[in-house]
């Protein structure tokens, strides 16, 4: 089975600071996701990249940057953190029409 | 653009019981549909998923129809068991487009 990995799995943040959200896959898949998952509003794609070099927005990419520096990681950073950002973020390896979860990182931002 | 409306945001049920949970969409492509799950404090996995008109899929004892007409795809199951209790995403993708959009999701409760 596809394999996802994340780190931090949970983070406390000052407002202002920086995050770093790690993702791992040993898939050899060429896309990769970063969603936020709050209550009442699903999963909502943040970026997210067609492969090595490569990111592309989702439908909330207001104060996140993306990077994917090899076919394996893909990070999210948030330059300056906020409370609003304070989530449950998942990242996501897939082919062509399934896309495989890692386990989550919990961020809260104080 | 593309949507997807999960209208029930919380189903609770008796174990035994029938369920189906609702998934209408809209897009001007040919879509993929797709379920998936969530259990407590777990990461979402693909349950079953769609792209053909009016055929039938299933998994794990749950299944679901696309019906393009009515553009929907509702999961059913004839009788819910206690881990069952999870939440439910029903999201679609565009044909050579691998972006998912997801509903707002369903949380399904079996008791016993």
């Known amino acids: 089975e596809a394999a996802v990995t994340q780190s931090p799995r949970n983070k406390v943040a000052v407002t202002g600071g920086k995050v770093t959200l790690s993702c791992n896959q040993t898939?050899?898949?060429?896309?990769m996701y970063w969603y936020r998952q709050d209550t009442g509003h699903g999963l909502r794609l943040i970026h997210y990249?067609?492969?090595?070099?490569?990111?592309e927005k989702g439908d909330i990419p207001d104060g996140y940057k993306a990077s994917r520096p090899s076919q394996e990681n893909f990070s999210l950073i948030l330059e300056l953190a906020t409370p609003s950002q304070t989530s449950v973020y998942f990242c996501?390896?897939?082919?062509?029409?399934?896309?495989?979860f890692g386990p989550g990182t919990r961020l809260l931002v104080l | 653009g593309d949507s997807v409306t999960q209208t029930e945001g919380l189903v609770t049920l008796t174990k035994g019981l029938p369920v189906m949970l609702n998934c209408t969409y809209q897009?001007?492509?040919?879509?993929?549909l797709f379920w998936y799950v969530q259990h407590l404090n777990e990461a979402p996995k693909l349950l079953l998923k769609?792209?053909?008109?009016?055929k039938r899929t299933e998994h794990q004892g749950f299944y679901a129809t696309l019906h393009k007409s009515s553009s929907s795809f509702h999961l059913q199951k004839s009788s819910v068991q206690l881990s069952d209790s999870a939440l439910y995403f029903c999201?679609?993708?565009?044909?050579?487009?691998?972006?998912?959009?997801f509903g707002s999701g369903t949380k399904l409760t079996v008791e016993p």
């Open positions: 897009t001007t492509y040919s879509p993929f």
């Open positions: 996501a390896s897939g082919d062509a029409d399934t896309q495989y």
């Open positions: 999201a679609l993708s565009e044909p050579n487009y691998n972006v998912l959009y």
């Open positions: 769609s792209s053909t008109d009016n």
């Open positions: 990249s067609y492969g090595a070099g490569s990111t």
């Open positions: 898939n050899n898949h060429n896309n």
